[in-house]
């Protein structure tokens, strides 16, 4: 493995921690009066800020002709994944919920076999159904689940923005400034989700209420800067040198760093179970990163 994929590697998993932490700032301004929305409003909003005064000055802004594709990463990526995934939590249990848009692995490695055409390793495909296995085991997929149709199809959905952010975030690494594109991606966000949730409308007597964590701002800024902001570059940045396919199945690290979280400063209970689940899903997690670093050929060679 060369020092470039090392450092890939390291920086998708470093986006997937911090991803997995932004449960705790979010659950404590819930508890405040915050809804979903306006806690995902809050987040795209500053994050844009952020990007727009400490990256923009040195990357600038996507280039007009990428501009539908800064749309679709909007859309798809930044709102939509995780705002289909608060739809789907509010119908269906949390678990179920979050196993379902972690298909996300398995909707990648589909577009790559069947749109790319390319040949993935059959132990890819083992490893993610492994990994899979143990976000079952994470979540307690297997407690009492009855159906409901809003809810799956939010869930689904969710997969669906999930996998758009690594698929677009790897064309944009590799054909473009995937810095440009995140900052422009956040920028678009932010304006069409205030449209919907605007600022004065936020409940700001709630921002000085204390939590575990501090006051309900101060979780709100660690929720912008470190689980959305420096999340999304790290993960942006490693697919320059990291496959879709295997930043995907990184990804699911999250819900794992999720559920440790809650048990360590919430004082939720983790099973053995849950515990047996986290091995499961690194094990599964390891062999897609050992099938990536083949070489992988697509079906069809490109005409010379």
Known sequence: ???????????????AITFGFSGLPAKVAYDAGFTPLQVTAVRIV???????????????LPRPASWRLVLGYALLGVIGSPLLYFV????????????????????????????????LPASMWVGTVLALVGLAMIAQLFDGVRFDLVGTLAGLGAAVGTAAYYLIGEHAAKDGDPLALTTGGMVVGAVLISLVSPPWALPWHAMTTPT????????????ALVSTAFAYVAGVVALRHL?????????????????????????QV?????????????????IVQVAAGRRIEPDTPPAL
């Open 270 to 286: 983790l099973t053995w179970g849950q515990v047996v689940g986290a091995v499961v899903l690194l094990a599964g997690a390891a």
């Open 1 to 15: 493995m060369t020092t470039a994929r090392v450092r890939a590697t390291l920086a998708s998993l470093l986006s």
């Open 212 to 223: 575990v964590i501090g006051p309900v701002w101060l979780g709100l800024v660690l929720l």
């Open 243 to 267: 496959p879709s396919a295997a930043a995907s199945v990184l990804g699911l690290v999250e819900p794992l760093v999720a559920t440790l979280a809650a048990w360590w400063v919430l004082g």
């Open 46 to 60: 500053l994050t844009a800020l952020v990007l727009l005064a400490f990256v923009a000055p040195f990357t600038g």
């Open 88 to 119: 789907a939590v509010s119908r269906i249990p949390v678990g179920v919920a979050m196993v379902l848009e972690f298909l996300a692995p398995v909707l990648v490695a589909l577009w790559i076999r069947f749109v790319r055409r390319t040949r």
